[in-house]
């Protein structure tokens, strides 16, 4: 068996170059896009003259969590803060548990959105409600099931505000369990803050996360807030984000001062709806942000089926096998990076095994997943 192989014009010779010119692919999208981000370093931002803030909470029977993890966001360090809670629809003991806060943090203001089967359901409509009731510039918004990683979450995600920057993407994992499948809702997240970060320091941003988000009123003014994308129930943190973001009036912030933890989903039902509800806003991206999220399962695709083929043909088996395994070390490294970043470190011996199975679920998720309006939220 040599390493070199005899090329020969036939079907192994045509698998292999298609393999040899993926790999090629997968590693530049790689060191190219992914390794801005394995090697960012975050800029030393002045904490002077911090901003007010607004903080945004739009809840919906969350009398639980908001019971839990309002005071973690009103107890927040910071000199100058409200925190607005837009209680949409709720049914449950959420009225009573706001009014019992508010009579303890005088900077806890509530809005109600009665109850009425006429409106959308979805975050938009209370999330504009607490925007335009806003008494300050600078908003911030997070869900009532968050909690912030600690008491210096709004200077963190304030500071960096500073030089005409009007977003501030930032960071919500899941918090850690023991089970397959929080490692995989983890994975999920992680990889998922991956790419918008790598594709934000590029200068393509094409999305945030609602529970860890921050920009101005004046931005949400200038596009008449989500007119343009209404009738969707999602939106508000991706297609907002494309439609108002340019090269530079944004900032990342992956400070671990600046996370915002959730609880993730217990069930795999519950996590294929959570990702279909994900996935509604998809066919909205234009061409080339599809494109861009496509290159690297597809490739990652292209290269496992090939090599898999390939195996059967000892005239390619050496050569194919050195290939893919420089590809899963170049990525591993990267990745890993990568994840140390988000403070994932436990997901990192597993890596390339995530990965391949990652690349093999998604796009059945993608494609079994009904993608029209959600009208649960």
């Known amino acids: 068996m040599n390493f070199l192989p005899d090329l020969e014009f036939n079907i192994s010779t045509v698998l292999f170059f298609i393999f040899l010119f993926v790999g090629v692919i997968q590693m530049l999208y790689v060191l190219i ?3 801005k981000f394995a090697f960012y370093k975050e800029e030393q931002l002045n904490e002077d003259n911090l901003p007010p803030l607004s903080v945004l909470i739009s809840a919906r029977n969350e009398s639980d969590n908001l019971f839990e993890n309002l005071p973690f966001i009103l107890e927040q360090d910071y000199p100058n803060f409200e925190v607005i809670v837009i209680n949409h629809q709720s049914i449950d003991d959420s009225n009573t548990i706001l009014h019992a806060y508010q009579r303890q943090y005088k900077n806890l203001r509530t809005i109600e959105v009665e109850r009425s089967r006429h409106l959308k359901p979805g975050k938009k409509l209370p999330l504009t409600l607490g925007i335009k009731g806003a008494k300050y510039e600078n908003l911030v918004f997070t869900d009532a099931d968050c909690k912030p990683s600690s008491n210096q979450w709004l200077k963190s995600v304030a500071k960096h505000f500073g030089n005409n920057k ?32 790598s594709m934000a320091l590029i200068k393509m941003p094409y999305m ?20 343009s994308h209404y009738s969707l129930a999602s939106g508000d943190d991706d297609l907002f984000i494309q439609e108002t973001v340019t090269k530079d009036n944004f900032r990342i912030n992956i400070d671990k001062d600046s996370y915002c933890y959730s609880d993730p989903c217990e069930t795999w039902e519950d996590w294929y709806l959570q990702k279909s509800r994900h996935f509604t806003t998809s066919d909205y991206y234009d061409v080339i942000k599809k494109l861009m999220l496509g290159i690297y399962p597809l490739t990652m695709l292209i290269q496992l089926i090939s090599f898999v083929i390939l195996l059967f043909d000892t005239n390619f088996t050496l050569i194919t096998l050195s290939i893919l395994c420089l590809v899963i070390c170049v990525k591993w490294l990267l990745f890993g990076k990568c ?14 095994l995530y990965d391949i199975g990652y690349s093999l679920l998604m796009p059945i998720l993608f494609y079994t997943t009904d993608k029209k309006e959600i009208k649960r939220w």
Request: cysteine-free; glycine content about 8%.
């Open 166 to 197: 009007q977003i501030v993407l930032g960071y919500g994992p899941y918090i850690k369990k023991e089970s397959f499948l929080n490692k995989v809702i983890r994975f999920d997240t992680a990889w998922i803050a991956i790419n918008y970060f």
């Open 33 to 35: 896009i992914y390794g």
């Open 208 to 227: 945030g996360v609602g529970r860890n988000l921050a920009y101005t009123k004046s931005l949400f003014d200038s596009v008449s807030g989500f007119k």
């Open 339 to 352: 994840f140390k970043k988000l403070d994932e470190n436990s997901l990192l011996w597993y890596l390339p």
